[in-house]
């Protein structure tokens, strides 16, 4: 994703980190926090930090997603390597040595209680010793947040109390820490942030419009912008779809940006991976608010609905969000499938028409219409989609692309198919339902 323009977010979390507050930031997936993260942890933040704090500081990105393994052990060991990768020439060569023999500590530990004890030890002497302020910006923190156990977390407390003014962390979730777990232990380690959490907000119009012209889009107009940010409401990932969307073609007459847009995989896709990222509870609630429209103005808003940053006003901001769980609903109602007109050339999946097809991709969507819920083999396809001239000319490789150009157009989430799937070895399928 193009970095979106947060700069008084940053401003705010700067701010904070230079009063000796630990920050947390929360949102759902593509709203932005890896970017803000890591524009956190450049130099020109850490000049921020020096002008608002008159400390210097080391401001560490911490990647989760680079751990080998969800545990305590591995958690350390991604914060010291991270650590190890920051640490410049600059800093004293006995610190680095020292944080490197920490770091084949923590690795090469037989217990949970080495590798804590090694990594509590890393960071009291980096704390000690580096002359700058540490703030660990620790981002995808997710599934490693809880799989620490309760002594892991009061560690990680105890460190912060030892240095106040020193130890600074910033987490980034898709919920609040206090939502991930919420015991008596874990909230010591989760109220160290109570003062400073904060939600992704939406991108206003002249920032998403920023970004899709960052992007040079071919055949994105200014009006196809325009567009792309009222659809999707200011939601980074949902703007750079409608974006793709509004690029590949416009706006038919008679039919609604947002219409048009729910038309294109990337589009559904996105939809998709917000929306599974919901409690049902939420999925529920955000269902009645769709299906209500400007009404749902109404409906209450509790406070964790709320913090999912998708409302305004009480109605769904984005309106591709809420023509897909329309959809959605309309689907579970009735009967999920692909339809094929083949006299039009026309394809619909779930009710909404999907991108025009290649005359490969047709051809081979009809051939395994045809067959549905049947092996169809490669030597099938090639004969039936190329012909029987093209035998010793197609291989493996060409019919795999062309279904995985296939699939990126009739699949919401092509990385699991919930139609177009892959017998390991065999061939493949098109499944009448899922």
Not at 268 to 294: F, M, S, V, Y
């Amino acid at each position: 994703m193009p970095e979106p323009p947060f700069p008084s977010l940053e401003q705010q979390i700067v701010h904070d980190l230079a009063g000796g507050s630990c920050v947390a930031i929360t949102g759902l997936s593509n709203t932005g926090k890896t970017t803000l993260m890591q524009a956190l942890a450049e130099p020109a933040t850490a000049k921020l930090y020096r002008a608002a704090a008159g400390r210097e500081a080391a401001l560490v990105f911490v990647d989760c997603n680079r751990a080998v393994a969800i545990t305590a052990q591995a958690f350390y060991e991604v914060v010291l390597r991270s650590l190890l990768e920051f640490l410049t020439p600059a800093v004293p060569a006995e610190l680095s040595a020292s944080v490197r023999d920490f770091h084949f500590s923590v690795t090469a530990a037989a217990t949970a209680f080495q590798a804590s004890l090694s990594f509590n030890l890393a960071l009291t002497e980096v704390c000690a010793r580096l002359k700058k302020d540490l703030c660990l910006l620790i981002d995808e923190f997710d599934e490693l947040y809880m799989a620490l156990d309760d002594r892991a977390l009061l560690n990680l407390r105890a460190l912060r109390d030892r240095f106040p003014q020193q130890l600074m962390f910033v987490t980034a979730t898709l919920r609040s820490l206090s939502q991930l777990r919420g015991v008596v232990l874990e909230d010591e380690f989760a109220e160290m942030f109570a003062r400073s959490t904060y939600v992704m907000h939406p991108l206003t119009e002249p920032e998403g419009i920023s970004v899709l012209s960052g992007l040079k889009l071919p055949g994105l107009t200014a009006e196809g912008e325009r567009q792309a940010w009222q659809v999707s409401g200011g939601h980074p990932g949902m703007l750079i779809a409608a974006g793709l969307a509004l690029a590949d073609e416009a706006v038919v007459v008679g039919r609604s940006p947002a219409e048009h847009v729910i038309r294109h995989p990337a589009a559904r896709a996105e939809c998709l991976k917000i929306w599974n990222q919901l409690a049902p509870l939420e999925q529920a609630d955000l269902t009645a608010r769709a299906a209500e429209g400007p009404a749902a103005a109404g409906i209450p808003v509790t406070p964790e609905i709320d913090a999912l940053g998708l409302l305004e006003g009480g109605k769904l901001r984005s309106e591709l969000l809420a023509a897909f769980i329309l959809l959605r609903s309309r689907v579970a109602e009735g009967t999920p499938g692909i339809r094929i007109d083949p006299d039009a050339g026309e394809v619909s999946v779930d009710g909404v028409q999907v991108p025009v097809l290649t005359e490969l991709e047709f051809k081979l969507l009809q051939l395994l219409d045809e067959r549905r819920d049947k092996l169809t083999d490669k030597y099938l396809i090639v004969t039936r989609v190329w012909g029987e001239n093209f035998l010793d000319e197609v291989d493996d490789a060409r019919v795999e692309k062309l279904v995985s150009r296939l699939r990126s157009k009739i699949e919401a989430d092509p990385a699991n198919p919930r139609y177009l799937v892959t017998v390991r070895g065999r061939g493949y399928k098109l499944l009448s339902g899922a």
